[in-house]
Structure formats: structure tokens, C-alpha cells
């Protein structure tokens, strides 16, 4: 199991970064063959990706999403398929690299962690919760993730860019800035989501819908600074790279959340660190 | 946006300084804190809204420009929240923070989250909020969103409040065959108060699930403490050499343990006779410690071993190449709010506790923790922690008897043995056993422990109860892990067990008048972001065909 993991990990990292590499391309020279070849990389990294999440998961019959490692899957297969979506609905493939790398990123964060062995679910987990609260949570993180590629983008080149999308009047241009919006809007809905089913499930299992748990508290935080992202929206003098800066920040958080809990102090008996 | 930070950190310090006052003045108790710390955040919502009659104070209170001050404010105080230990205590927050503890303290930051000032920065927020629902607009789907966004958090608070006032909860222990009619509420000092139930509650029958998944042999390196696992082996591995880098060979695997080596089960190690001092500390502490049938006031269990201990002294644990060294113990354990440390509440031994530390054979601090005789869970220890299985028992001020019955009950209770392996060091050529759950120090970086594969092997646990009213049952049912059951306006969710007592069961118990408040706020904000961010670009696209196709709205 655990070689059969390390494998699969290995092929979907190399598979992801070669996907990066193709769309790193289409920013030098966007060619037939290219605009064609990378989205097929990156759905083929998707698709060894998907077979080692559902492998995993038939093969010790519960959600692989326990460990750091199996949720580090998860968000690489996250990321692939909420950008696969933001290309398909805006026909725009210039996310496609810091995507791609995001998700091969992810992969080699999970390639070097050396717990890959399933573990048994504890009784709190084994709801019926369990699977919508994790998965709205890591495709909230997806689109969030893929909103921090575009605001790096819109920093470094915050010119318009030109995006073909049949139900749009011909000629009209879609900004860098709205693609960006609609990432993290549609990323801030999961994130309310997964904090009303993680409140209904909390109450459930201990009888608490919120105990301020590190974790608890940093998804909230998360929470406010997109609030407030949506919040600023609307002030015409917040518009641009000041709120690209605030969703750089609010991914930061969003990391902190997801792999920083074990630096907290007040994070020994919480039920959601990583071990 | 200044003006909006000044009204908000206003706000935090005089709820700061009406805590101290109220507090210090003794109204204010560590049991009615939560009571308190919501009514002033609601006054100040009641305020915030009153002043929101004048106009250009309700424009200003339902604007974006105070409402992103209040985020942020929130944001930095529930960080804060995170960063600093919370209840934890005056003597922990003394040996974390140094002098910066009353600092914190004085802030009321070591808790926070309870706090008045943190309850007022709410209650502002609050205000904002019920504005921006009043503020008149055009019935468009953004601003149907926006208010069902808006309204959702605010009904989401009231039923907070309303939980905090008017609900209860609290703890029941029970043993098979033992009822209750009241739980324990804890109260802010860390002590606990009856409160009544208005039925009875009998434990009929506890079960306790395992899974089937073996035993795992994992190579640690240990660095202070930090640990970092190296290699993990099924423990019924046939590559006996599977450890050899090591320099470990895997000799023999016993699901049901071995004959007992260099020291008997069960058999007590005398005070002294372990100690670093006697017995030179390490694995050397196995020669010489076997001293059956001596009993003592307090034994620390670690896998077969039974080590008497006495405060103030340091003991060795056999095989381990472990210390234990006990620095504190109390009868009858109660945290004192007023100086955030441990006391005795009574010469009655209520809740005997140990306060112990770990460390390795260099005599390195591993681990400082408590042990309690009646809840060994409590101290929340973690599987792989070092000596992760540590027990404490006492038996001071117990008559002979009860001690003998209670030692046999655990006895039959505790009749599955300890899976163990037995290894070779090559370095030095000697045999080990290694027993779950109890590490072996190889040299001054490496350790061997066996764990369930899988991480915890608890799959289950569920108790069987019937509710009586009047001596009559009215209701038997199975309560579990994530499916509690309700009676008499009572949750009752199965929250504990006790590995060693297996006709022990522990229960949360709770009242929440607010709860459907809440999920309903929770729901109706999550159909206003929807709407917001999802029926908008809806609305408008459907806006810009009907333009590109010549008509229009």
C-alpha cells in the first residue's frame, strides 16, 4: 500500500510539473500544439491523481482523507479540477502554470512526507459529515488557491487580458481582476459551507457547534479577511492591487489554517493537527 | 475608517476595564463570567443600534467603512486567541509567558474569547449589522442576498447568546449498572456543581470496539522533545532484518505478550529500589527492582509494571530507559481561579493527582504532565506520546478491602494482555521486549515503539442507558459517537471511556435552547452568500443576452 502510494505520488508530481511546464510555455509562445497539450497533461495528472484517491479509499474502505498526506492528494486533485473549470467557463489558460505547479506542489509536499500509511478513523470521524465538510473545504481551498495565482499575475501584469467566451458580447474583455473576483467569491462560498457543516457536524459529535479550536479560530479568521475582500469590493479605491495584496494575504492564512496548526501553542489537544 | 478602529478599540478596553472592576469588586465570578461577558455584549449591541436613530450615525455604523474595521479587529483578537495559551492556568501561563503572564492576564487575553472586551467588539459588530438590515434599498436579488447574509449572522448571535444564558452543560460519569439524576456542570474555577436532570439516567451496558488492524513497530528519533519516525514495520513482519540499519533484529511477535523477563506482571517496584539514585537510572534500573507485594500509596502503571512512587523523588521505568520524576501531587485536585494554579480542595481523596515529568535516559525533560486516578483520560495524552499508557492508581485513605476489590475488578476487567516484541540490540547483543505503548531507548536518539497499526485501534465506543421517570423506564437507547440522544430538552452524547475500566462510560450533557437559532442563522446566511455571489452573475448574464439580442429589461 505504502509503495503502491509513494509510486502514484511520484507519477502524478511528475506528470503535474510537466503540465506547468507546458503552460509556463503558453506565456512565451502560445502555439496550436500547446494550447492543445497542456490541459491534456494536466487532466492526465488528474486522472492518476483521482485513481490514487479512489484506490486508496477502496482499498481501506473509509474517506482518504485522514492524514496529512492523503489530504495533500486531495487538494493537488482540488486544484487541478476547480482550474480545469475556471479554463472551460472562461477559455483563459494563463492560471494554467501557477495551477499546474500548485498541484505538483502539493505532490511533492505529500512524496516527501514519510507518513503515507492509511490510519483508522476515530469515532468522531466516522459521520456521515466527515466527507462534504472535507471536500467543500479543500475545493474552497482550491479556488482560493487559484485566486492567490492570479493576484500574483495581476500584481506583476495587472493589464487587461483578453479572454474569448461565446455568451459574452464579441470583442468585450474579461480583466484579470474579475477572473480573480470570481475565484475568491466562489472560494468564500465553500469556505461559509464548510464552517455551517463543520458547526452542525461539531454539535453532533461533542455536543459543541464551536469549542475555539485553533483551527475553528483560523478558519474564521480566514473567513473575516474574505469577508472583507468582499466587503472592499465594492470601494472603487480598494479595487486593484491592494485587494490582489489582501488575497495573497488571505491565502496565507487560508496555508496557516491547513498546515500550521502544529506551530500553535494552543494546538496540543486539538482534534484537527495533523499528526 | 480611523474613526471606526478608535470606537472599536474604545470598546475592547472598557469592556477590559469593567471586567477588572466587576471582577476584582467580586461580581463578577469565574462561574457567571459567560453570563456577564454576553450581557454586555449585548448592551452594547442594544447601544450601537440606539444610536443608529440618527442618521448619519446609521449610515456610518452599516458601512462598509466601519464594517471591515470590525473584520479586521476580530481577526487580530482571534489570533491572538491562538497564539497565547487559553484557561490554561496561572502556574502554566507563569512557566510559558514569564512576567508577561499578568500582562496577559490583566487583558484578560489568556481568555480571550470570554472576555468582556471581546463580547463588546461583538456587540459593536452586532449593531452593524442590524443597521445594515435596516437600511432601506430596492428589493434587487444582491440586496435580498445581502440582508439574508447579514440577518443570518445576527440570528446566528442571538442564538449564541441566548445558549450562553439559558443552556446548560456539563459531565456524567457512570459505571454499568449505576443511574444518576443530575450531571456536573463545571464552573469557571475549575470546580464542579450538581445540577439536576429532572429523570433518572442508568448505564446499562458499555462496549467498547476495536479494530482488527495489528501492530505497527516504529523507529523514532528522539531529540528533546521533538520526535521524528523513521521506519514503521508491521510488527508481524517476516523480514526479521527489516530494522537492520538500526541495528535492530526482530526476534519474535506475541500478540498476546510474552512470559514476563526481568520483571514480574503485576509486581510492584518499591520506592527506592527504582530510583535514579539507587539503582543508577536507565535500563540498569531492571536489576534489583522486583519487590512483590508491596504496596504503596501511589503506583504509576506503565505496561506490566507497577512502580510505587513517592513525591519529590525520581523513578526509574524498566525497560524503557525512561525516568519519571514526581514533582506535585494533591488529594483532591481543583484548579484555583483566583491564582490560576492547582490546590487541594479537601483531605478527602476526591480527585488524586500526580503532576510528573518525563525524561530520557540523559535525563532530558521529554514531557511534563498530570496523572489523575479517576480519569486517566483527562490529561488527554496522545498515542505516540512517550509512555503514552501511564496510569496512575492511589490507595491512600482506601481500607484494605476496597483497594483488594478494586485491584481485582481492574484485574478481570484487564484480562487481554499486552501484545509485545521481543528484539534484538545488536549493539550490544542483549534481548528486548517491547510492549505496546512502551517505548525502548536505544542509545541516546532512538526508539522503538510499538503501536496499533493505523494509529488508534479504539473503533467504537457506545452505551446502552435507560431514562427512568419515577422509577419507571420510559426509554432505552444506545448512545454513540456522533448520535446522541435527546430527552427532557437534554442532549446526551457519548464523550468518554476508560481502556483499563471497561464498565466505565462518560457523558456530555447539554441544554441549548439557542441551537436551532443558530443552525437557522448559519442556513440563512449561507442562502444569502450564495445568492450574492452566485444569482448576481446569473441576473447578469441573463441581462446581456436579452440586450445582445435587441430587447432589454
Redesign the interface.
Known amino acids: 500500500m505504502s509503495h503502491n502510494a509513494e509510486i502514484l505520488t511520484l507519477i502524478s508530481l511528475i506528470v503535474y510539473a510537466a503540465a506547468a511546464l507546458a503552460y509556463g510555455l503558453i506565456w512565451i509562445k502560445t502555439t496550436k500544439i500547446l494550447k492543445i497539450l497542456a490541459p491534456v497533461i494536466l487532466c492526465a495528472g488528474l486522472a492518476v491523481n483521482l485513481f490514487q484517491l479512489i484506490g486508496r479509499w477502496i482499498d481501506t474502505s473509509q474517506p482518504p482523507f485522514k492524514t496529512l498526506y492523503e489530504s495533500l492528494v486531495l487538494l493537488a486533485a482540488c486544484i487541478a479540477l476547480v482550474y480545469l473549470t475556471v479554463e472551460l467557463v472562461y477559455r483563459a489558460r494563463i492560471l494554467g502554470m501557477p495551477s499546474a505547479a500548485g498541484s505538483a506542489g502539493a505532490m511533492l509536499y505529500a512524496y516527501l512526507d ?2 503515507k ?4 478513523l ?3 470521524l ?2 456521515g459529515w466527515f466527507i462534504p465538510h472535507v471536500v467543500v473545504y479543500f475545493f474552497g481551498y482550491a479556488a482560493l488557491f487559484v485566486a492567490f495565482g492570479a493576484s500574483v499575475i495581476y500584481i506583476i501584469r495587472p493589464k487587461p487580458i483578453v479572454i474569448r467566451r461565446p ?3 464579441e470583442g468585450q474583455l474579461i480583466d484579470l481582476e474579475r477572473l480573480l473576483n ?1 475565484s475568491v ?2 472560494g ?2 465553500l469556505l ?2 464548510g ?2 457543516v463543520g ?2 457536524w461539531a ?8 469549542a ?1 479550536d ?1 483551527k475553528e ?2 478558519s ?2 480566514t473567513w ?2 474574505f ?2 475582500y ?3 469590493y ?2 472603487k479605491k480598494w479595487r486593484g492591487k491592494k485587494l490582489a495584496w489582501l488575497v495573497i494575504i488571505g491565502f496565507g492564512a487560508v496555508m496557516f489554517t491547513y498546515l500550521g496548526m502544529n506551530l ?4 496540543e ?1 486539538s482534534v484537527h493537527v495533523y ?1 | 475608517m480611523l474613526t471606526a478602529f478608535w470606537i472599536l478599540a474604545v470598546g475592547y478596553l472598557s469592556g477590559t476595564v469593567l471586567q477588572q472592576v466587576l471582577s476584582r469588586s467580586g461580581i463578577v465570578t469565574g462561574e457567571n463570567l459567560n453570563v456577564w461577558a454576553m450581557s454586555s455584549g449585548l448592551a452594547v449591541f442594544i447601544m450601537t443600534s440606539a444610536a443608529g436613530l440618527k442618521k448619519s450615525s446609521r449610515r456610518f455604523l452599516a458601512s ?1 467603512t466601519f ?2 474595521p470590525v ?2 479587529v ?2 487580530v483578537l ?2 491572538m ?6 484557561g490554561a492556568g496561572g502556574e502554566i501561563m507563569q512557566r ?1 509567558y514569564g512576567p508577561a503572564a499578568g500582562i496577559l492576564a490583566g487583558f484578560f487575553i489568556d481568555d480571550l ?1 470570554h472576555s468582556f472586551g471581546f463580547a463588546m467588539v461583538m456587540g459593536l459588530g452586532s449593531g452593524g449589522l442590524f443597521l445594515t438590515i435596516m437600511l432601506r434599498r430596492r428589493w434587487t436579488l444582491r440586496w435580498t442576498g445581502s440582508v439574508s447574509a447579514h440577518l443570518g449572522l445576527l440570528l446566528m448571535l442571538l442564538g ?1 447568546v441566548i445558549g450562553s444564558i439559558w443552556g446548560v ?1 456539563g459531565r456524567l460519569n457512570l459505571n454499568e449498572g449505576v443511574e444518576s439524576d443530575s450531571f456536573y456542570v463545571q464552573t469557571g474555577d475549575k470546580d464542579v456543581r450538581p445540577h439536576p436532570l429532572g429523570f433518572t439516567l442508568r448505564l446499562d451496558d458499555f462496549r467498547l470496539e476495536h ?1 482488527d ?1 495489528g501492530y ?1 513497530l516504529h523507529v523514532f528519533e528522539v531529540d528533546g522533545k521533538e520526535r521524528k ?2 521506519k ?1 514495520v508491521s510488527a508481524d513482519t517476516a523480514d526479521k532484518d527489516a530494522l537492520k540499519e538500526y541495528g535492530v533484529k526482530i526476534l519474535d511477535y506475541s500478540p498476546e505478550g510474552f512470559e514476563p523477563g526481568p520483571v514480574q506482571t503485576d509486581e510492584i517496584i518499591q520506592p527506592g529500589a527504582g530510583t535514579r539514585e539507587h539503582a543508577g537510572g536507565g535500563e540498569n534500573a531492571d536489576a534489583g527492582t522486583n519487590a512483590p507485594g508491596v504496596e504503596s500509596a501511589h503506583v504509576i502503571i506503565a505496561g506490566h509494571h507497577r512502580i510505587a512512587v513517592e513525591p519529590g523523588g525520581t523513578f526509574a521505568v524498566p525497560v524503557t530507559g525512561m525516568e519519571i520524576e514526581v514533582i506535585n501531587f494533591f488529594k483532591d485536585f481543583v484548579m484555583d481561579m483566583e491564582t490560576h494554579s492547582p490546590r487541594n480542595r479537601s483531605d478527602s481523596p476526591e480527585n488524586p493527582a500526580l503532576e510528573i515529568i518525563i525524561r530520557d535516559s540523559e535525563s532530558r525533560e521529554l514531557e511534563r504532565t498530570w496523572l489523575f486516578a479517576k480519569f486517566p483520560g483527562f490529561h ?1 495524552r ?1 498515542e ?1 506520546a512517550p509512555l503514552s499508557g501511564l496510569r496512575y492508581e492511589y490507595s491512600g485513605n482506601v481500607s484494605d478491602a476496597e483497594a483488594h476489590d478494586a485491584k481485582r475488578a481492574m484485574k478481570a476487567g484487564g484480562s487481554r494482555r499486552t501484545p509485545a516484541i521481543k528484539v534484538m540490540i545488536k549493539k550490544d547483543g542483549s534481548e528486548k521486549i517491547v510492549e505496546a505503548g512502551q517505548p525502548l531507548l536505544m542509545g541516546e536518539k532512538l526508539a522503538l515503539v510499538m503501536l ?10 457506545l452505551s446502552t442507558v435507560s431514562i427512568l421517570k419515577n422509577g419507571q423506564e420510559v426509554l432505552k437507547n444506545t448512545v ?5 440522544i435527546e430527552y427532557g430538552g437534554f ?1 446526551i ?1 457519548q ?1 468518554d471511556y476508560r481502556p483499563e475500566d471497561p464498565t466505565f462510560s462518560g457523558f ?3 441544554r441549548d435552547p439557542g ?1 436551532l437559532i ?2 437557522f442563522g ?2 440563512l ?2 442562502a444569502g ?2 445568492l ?3 444569482g448576481q ?1 446569473v441576473v447578469r ?1 441573463k441581462k ?2 436579452s440586450q ?1 439580442g435587441g430587447g432589454g429589461e
Open positions: 514519510r507518513a500509511e492509511a490510519v483508522n476515530p469515532p468522531a466516522q459521520s455568451d459574452l458580447v470570481g467569491r466562489f468564500f462560498a461559509t459551507a464552517l455551517l458547526a452542525v454539535k453532533a459529535a461533542w455536543g459543541d457547534y464551536w475555539w485553533p479560530t483560523w474564521m479568521v473575516f479577511i469577508a472583507a468582499i466587503h472592499l465594492g470601494m500553535l501553542p494552543t494546538a489537544q499528526q | 462598509t464594517a471591515v473584520l479586521v476580530l481577526t482571534s489570533i486567541g491562538t497564539l497565547v495559551l487559553q510559558a474569547f449564541v452543560e479494530y488492524t505497527d519516525k523513521l514503521t488527554g496522545k505516540d496499533p497499526a493505523g494509529g488508534s485501534s479504539i473503533r467504537d465506543y454513540e459517537v456522533n448520535h446522541p442532549s452524547y464523550s456530555q450533557i447539554v441551537i443558530v443552525y448559519l442556513a446566511n449561507l452568500v450564495l450574492v455571489i452566485f452573475p448574464r446581456r443576452r445582445t
